[in-house]
């Protein structure tokens, strides 16, 4: 034996000692520079994966398993009943609702078509059909509030200006707006 400190040859050829030493140097050196880093980095990676076990653990254990091993089967049955009960219940509630529409629909066609025929009458008779149409209206409308005042009709009011417009020189006011003559600033004199 000998007391270098290193191991004895083993019959490896010269050239791999040599990779092996140039290994071993620069892990050590590596080691030596930053070991400490690689210490804390291995630590903190393995209480993460500690940490992650557990809520997934945590997880299987709150949750039944996706294909329904552990859910009785009574369980399963009344759900897809709820389900099935609360399905029916929206539709009736759907077809109510387009059956009302419908309802309402037909009340509106029939309307339209009793004043096409009303205008068409007064037309014949030579009268002026949008005064009846106008009545008609009110009628209907009278016919559907359930309160029984008459809406009073709003007075006619004048406009406040009259028709003013201040571009067009009319209505009153000492201003008006007058266009340039045509031609260009040497068009004098």
Not at 94 to 102: G, R
Not at 138 to 162: D, W, Y
Request: one cysteine or more; aromatic letters at 6%.
């Amino acid at each position: 034996m000998e007391l270098g400190g290193e191991a004895p040859d083993l019959g490896r050829p010269p050239v791999e000692q040599e990779a092996i030493q140039a290994l071993q140097q620069s892990v050590g050196s590596l080691l030596a520079s930053y070991g400490w880093y690689f210490l804390f980095a291995c630590v903190a990676v393995y209480l993460l994966v500690q940490k992650l076990a557990e809520k997934m653990r945590a997880q299987r254990r709150s949750r039944p398993h996706a294909t329904g091993a552990l859910l009785e089967p009574d369980v399963v049955v009344r759900r897809q009943e709820a389900l099935a009960a609360a399905r029916f219940r929206m539709q009736e509630q759907l077809n109510e609702q387009a059956e009302k529409f419908k309802e309402k629909q037909r009340q509106l066609e029939e309307e339209k078509r009793r004043q096409k025929v009303a205008m068409w009458e007064s037309m014949q008779e030579g009268k002026s059909y949008k005064g009846n149409l106008k009545r008609s209206q009110q009628e209907i409308e009278s016919a559907a509030s359930p309160s029984s005042t008459v809406p009073k009709p709003k007075p006619n009011k004048k406009p406040l200006r009259g028709g003013y417009n201040p571009l067009s020189g009319e209505g009153g006011g000492t201003c008006a707006w007058r266009p340039g003559r045509r031609g260009g600033p040497s068009s004098g004199g």
